[in-house]
């Protein structure tokens, strides 16, 4: 696995926590691969019925 460094709003990393706290995930760090795999795949599918999401600038 690549190492990457993010910055992130707080408000979204205090979410993170609060999965990993009640056990949603494992760690910040799954809980984050798993957000970008949804990303891909929500790719993968637009590309595949020709739309396009635009990206929310947050």
């Given at each position: 696995m690549e190492r990457v460094t993010l910055?992130?709003?707080k408000q979204q990393i205090e979410e993170v926590e609060r999965m990993v706290d009640t056990g949603e995930f494992p760690n910040r760090s799954e809980a984050i691969r798993s957000?970008?795999?949804?990303?891909?795949?929500e790719q993968a599918e637009e590309?595949?019925?020709?739309?396009?999401?635009?990206?929310?600038?947050v």
């Open positions: 910055r992130i709003p957000a970008v795999r949804e990303m891909i795949n590309h595949e019925d020709g739309k396009r999401r635009p990206w929310a600038k």
